[in-house]
C-alpha cells in the first residue's frame, strides 16, 4: 500500500487505511475508523468513534467526524458513522455518531459538505447533496438525494427533506419539505418548482409539467392537503415522480411546509 502520513497526525492502533490515503498534519484517527481507499484526510482533522469512510472522500482542515452525540440521552453506547464514497468534507465541518445501541448517522456519496456544517446524530444524507457553509442539521433529520441547502439554514429534529428539493439560504426548516419544490424565507414559503435543478439532471419537460400540476394543486389552489392528494391520484398519470411525492406527503410525521 502507497500510505501517506505527516509526521505529526496520530494513527491509533486498530485503525485501518486503505490504500493511496493521505494523512496531513496533526490529525488524530481512533482505534475504531476506516478510511476507503484514495481518501485525503487534511490537517487537524479528528475521526473517531466507530467510523467508516468510503473511497476518494477528502476531508478538509478542522473538520470532526464520529464524536459522541450531542444528545442527554446518549450514554456511551456502541454507535456510528457511515459515509459514502467521493464525499467533499469542508474546513471544521462535524458529523456526530448517532445515539441508540448499533444505530448510525449516514452521509452518502458525491455530497458536499461545506465549511461548519453540522450533520447530527441520526442523520441520514442521501446522495449528491449540498450543505452550504453552516446548515445545522439536528438529530434525526432525513436529507433526499440531490437535495441543496443554502447557507445559514437550521433543520429541525425529525424534519424529513424530499429528494431534488432547494432550500435558500438563511431558512429556518421546521417542517417537512416536499420533493422536487423550492422554499425559501424565515419563515420558509414554498416558491415553485426547482425546475433548473430537474432540468440539470435530466428531468423531461413532460415530467416537470406533471410536478408542477401536481405543486398547484398542493399550493396554488382552496384543497387542503387531503383534498390535493385525491385530486393528484385522481387525475394525473401515476409516474415514479408523482408517486413519490404522493408518499412523501402521506408518510409526512411532522405536516408539510406550507
Known sequence: MS?????????????????????????????????GDGSTIGSCVLLDGH????????????????????????????????????????????????????????????????????????????????????????????????????GMTPVHQFVCIGAHAYIGGGSRIAQDIPPFFKFAGNPPKENGLNSVGLERRGFTLEQMNLLKKAYKLIYRSDLNVTQALERITGELEQTPEITMLVDFIRNSVRGLTK
Open 51 to 150: 467510523t467508516t469512510i468510503g473511497k476518494g472522500n477528502i476531508v478538509y482542515h478542522g473538520a470532526s467526524i464520529g464524536t459522541p452525540p450531542q444528545d442527554l440521552k446518549f450514554r456511551g453506547e456502541t454507535t456510528f458513522v457511515r459515509i459514502g464514497d467521493s464525499n467533499t468534507i469542508r474546513e471544521f465541518a462535524t458529523v456526530n455518531a448517532a445515539v441508540g445501541e448499533g444505530e448510525a448517522t449516514r452521509v452518502g456519496s458525491n455530497c458536499l459538505l461545506m465549511a461548519y456544517s453540522h450533520v447530527a446524530h441520526n442523520c441520514a444524507i442521501g446522495n449528491n447533496v449540498i450543505l452550504s457553509n453552516a446548515v445545522n442539521l439536528a438529530g434525526h433529520v432525513t436529507v433526499g438525494d440531490w437535495v441543496i441547502l443554502g
Open 3 to 35: 500510505v501517506k502520513i505527516h509526521d505529526t497526525a496520530i494513527i491509533n492502533g486498530g485503525a485501518e487505511l486503505g490504500e493511496n490515503v493521505e494523512v496531513g498534519p496533526y490529525s488524530v484517527i481512533g482505534s475504531n475508523v476506516r478510511v
